[in-house]
């Protein structure tokens, strides 16, 4: 297990803003190729314009928190939003459930599309087992899964780079014409998308809309910062280290933009392991940690909101009542937010990725990114 206080705060705050953005959609490699490789040319540089407006952003509502000690985004969203807070903190406390929602069920897609892919068994049949999965856990597992989380998902970049940088290495002349194809305007295996600059740049922005609703879960790391120049430090590592894994990513997974199986695959990073070097050993060890990396996002969604439901059912009653019915009323939420998450990853992993962190995007530009342009102003 990774001891976080072993680390320097400011990089212990880098490291979980690391982990709430790269989780098993970026492993699976859907969100790379849906949001800038399905662009062309411009996912060479559109990541690290994505990257800065996240790290200024983040900056903008971490040194606010630190400032003003709200370290729970309800207390934040009151406080940031002043005379306002009636409409934008309840607009974000709906921006909040469509991202638990969204997540959850790309956590289900993933896990299933990758079980799907490594077994044949039908996709809805493998995203009944990682559901059935996520629901036992919730219940019974949740603190031993959250204490694990930050371990798994460093290991899944670990794992990633193993993946990444043999393949880099070793298939280094077909990353360089697949760049060569896409800077002659010729597009990827399955993209539909026009390869315009206008169009690629909205498609970044709106990866950085939906990724900035998590700097609600940001908040709570700030307390026991000692000096605000630590905050400064925190998001110029969150930058780098972001920036680097994503464009390495990107650059890696060109060895695969023009091959036929990529059309319509759920799973791009598994055709791209399949494909190169070790992959025998590889893909088995990519798929257990992409599906781990799955569960365990799924199990933290899906509790965080039975947790808020039952807390604001149980608020007014007392101790006796409270406590007879606390876990069948966590059964009865668990099971019917899994089962939601499972009705969502029907759409696939690809219309979960694409259609699902859109809204997602369009609900944190209404509710986070003009509110907190306004203040940057």
């Not at 800065?52 to 040194?63: D, H, V």
């Not at 995203?127 to 999965?133: P, Q, R, S, W, Y």
């Not at 060890?285 to 781990?292: A, D, F, H, K």
Request: net charge neutral.
């Amino acid at each position: 297990m990774i001891d976080k206080n072993k680390m320097p705060l400011a990089m212990g705050v880098a490291f979980v803003a690391f982990t709430t953005q790269f989780g098993g959609g970026f492993a699976s490699g859907a969100q790379i190729y849906q949001y800038f490789i399905n662009y062309g040319i411009w996912a060479l540089i559109l990541p690290v314009l994505t990257q800065g407006l996240l790290a200024l952003f983040f900056w903008t509502g971490l040194k606010y928190a630190y400032r003003h000690k709200t370290y729970d985004y309800r207390a934040f969203s009151d406080s940031f939003y002043g005379k306002y807070r009636g409409l934008f903190s309840n607009l974000y406390e709906l921006t909040y459930l469509i991202m638990i929602a969204t997540a959850s069920a790309a956590a289900f897609a993933t896990g299933g599309s990758t079980l799907a892919q490594l077994t044949t068994i039908p996709y809805w049949l493998c995203t009944l087992v990682i559901g059935a999965f996520i629901f036992v856990i919730a219940l019974y597992g949740t603190n031993i899964v959250r204490a694990a989380a930050s371990t798994l998902s460093v290991i899944i970049i670990v794992g990633l780079l193993v993946v990444l940088v043999p393949n880099i290495i070793a298939q280094w002349n077909t990353i360089v014409t697949s760049g060569a194809h896409l800077a002659a305007g010729e597009l990827p295996v399955g993209s539909t998308e026009s390869g315009l600059f206008g169009a690629a740049l909205w498609s970044a922005i709106l990866y950085f809309l939906f990724q900035l609703p998590s700097v609600g879960l940001m908040y709570q790391h700030v307390e026991p910062l000692t000096d605000e120049n630590q905050i400064d430090r925190a998001c110029v590592y969150m930058f780098l280290v972001n920036t680097i894994a994503m464009v390495l990513a990107v650059v890696g997974m060109l060895a695969i933009a023009y091959t036929p199986e990529l059309e319509g695959a759920a799973v791009p990073m598994l055709i791209f392991v399949q494909n190169g070097v070790g992959a025998k050993i590889l893909t088995p060890i990519i798929s257990i940690l992409m599906i781990l990396g799955a569960v365990s996002t799924g199990v933290n969604m899906v509790s965080g909101i039975v947790t808020r439901t039952v807390n604001a059912l149980e608020k007014n009653m007392d101790e006796d009542k409270k406590r007879s019915g606390h876990m069948t009323r966590n059964i009865i939420f668990s099971f019917i937010f899994t089962l939601i998450a499972f009705g969502i990853a029907q759409f696939g992993l690809i219309n979960v990725v694409k259609k699902g962190y859109a809204y997602l995007g369009y609900a944190g530009l209404i509710s986070v990114a003009i509110p907190f342009l306004f203040y940057l102003i």
